[in-house]
Structure formats: C-alpha cells, structure tokens
C-alpha cells in the first residue's frame, strides 16, 4: 500500500505560477513511475506529466513549455511546476504512482486560475 499527498494547489491568476507537491509513503527508489493527472469539471481524469525511474519525463501537449516535472527520489517526492497558467489549467490535480504493478492515487489538490 503506498500512501501519496499532495500539497501546493490554490488560486492564481492567469500567467501565474504554482509549484504541486507530492510525497509518496515508500521509497521513491521502488516506484516506477510517478506523475500528475488532472480533472476539470464534465471532463475525464487526464494526463499532465509523468516521471520514469529511468528519468524519462511525458508531458500533455497542452502543458508543454509550461510545465516542469521532477521528482527527488531521496526525499519520495514528485514536483510539478506549473508557469504560465491559463484558466483552462483550471481543474483537482492528482499525484500518481506505479508500485509494483499497481497504480496508486493521491487526494488531489485544487488549482484554479481566474483573475
């Protein structure tokens, strides 16, 4: 069982900036692969970013050169940095892990940008 919580959604305005936050209850070394997923109201759970054991990272295309994952698998942690964000970014973002074959889910966070 792999407990995940998230940290760091909130309100901005357009063009701002917010950084997610995701620490993971086991070793960081053991997951394979962690990211994020997100879901706006009426709309199905979608990918934003993912980030491999192997340090391989995917994006959305909707978030590219916007978006920067990373994860510190020292700390069991994933990082979403999110630059430039429109109100279609507007939505509860999920952290994700794939340990052992299973695939775990966060709380999720809330991220809205409205001016």
């Known amino acids: 069982q792999v407990q995940l919580v998230e940290s760091g959604g909130g309100l901005v305005q357009p063009g701002g900036s917010l950084r997610l936050s995701c620490t993971a209850s086991v070793s960081g070394f053991n997951i394979y692969l962690m990211g994020w997923y997100r879901q706006a109201p009426g709309k199905q759970r979608e990918l934003v970013a993912t980030f491999s054991r192997a340090h391989n990272s995917n994006y959305a295309d909707s978030v590219k050169g916007r978006f920067t994952i990373s994860r510190d698998n020292t700390k069991n942690t994933v990082h979403l940095q999110m630059n430039n964000l429109k109100p279609e970014d507007t939505a509860v973002y999920y952290c994700?892990?794939?340990?052992?074959?299973?695939?775990?889910w966060g709380q999720g966070t809330q991220v809205t940008v409205s001016s």
């Open positions: 994700n892990a794939e340990f052992r074959g299973t695939l775990y």
